[in-house]
Nanobody
Framework: QVQVVESGGGLVQPGGSLTLSCTIS????????MGWFRQAPGEEREGVSC????????YYGDFVKGRFTISRDNAKNTLYLQMNNLEPSDTGMYYC?????????????????WGQGTQVTVSS
């Protein structure tokens, strides 16, 4: 059974930083594409950043504006998101997702496996 577990969320002041982590277990084969999504109350889930297995292709939402960096450790089946210069508009539940297929995709319907989410709140 595949399990996806996120950690690293919390309360941070505007301009602060957080690093999210996600560990995936139970895959029978190699994990393909991975990504971070977020959802604010009353809003649709949106892609924050996604990465392919080889780490040669990445996607960032337009709102990231160079503030976030996605990375992954395939040996540990772990995904990271370094978030700097956080803004109140970044507040939301952040979800890690994985899929068996490789390639760069960053829409929610492209992903099969999801974590429970970790809350990020940016407020003074």
């Amino acid at each position: 059974q595949v399990q996806v577990v996120e950690s690293g969320g919390g309360l941070v002041q505007p301009g602060g930083s957080l690093t999210l982590s996600c560990t995936i277990s139970g895959f029978r084969f190699n994990v393909g594409g991975m990504g971070w999504f977020r959802q604010a109350p009353g809003e649709e889930r949106e892609g924050v950043s996604c990465i392919d297995r080889s780490r040669t292709s990445t996607y960032y939402g337009d709102f990231v504006k160079g503030r976030f960096t996605i990375s992954r450790d395939n040996a540990k089946n772990t995904l990271y998101l370094q978030m700097n210069n956080l803004e109140p508009s970044d507040t939301g539940m952040y979800y890690c997702a994985a899929r068996e297929a490789d390639g760069l995709r960053c829409l929610p319907h492209d992903y099969n496996y999801w974590g429970q989410g970790t809350q990020v709140t940016v407020s003074s």
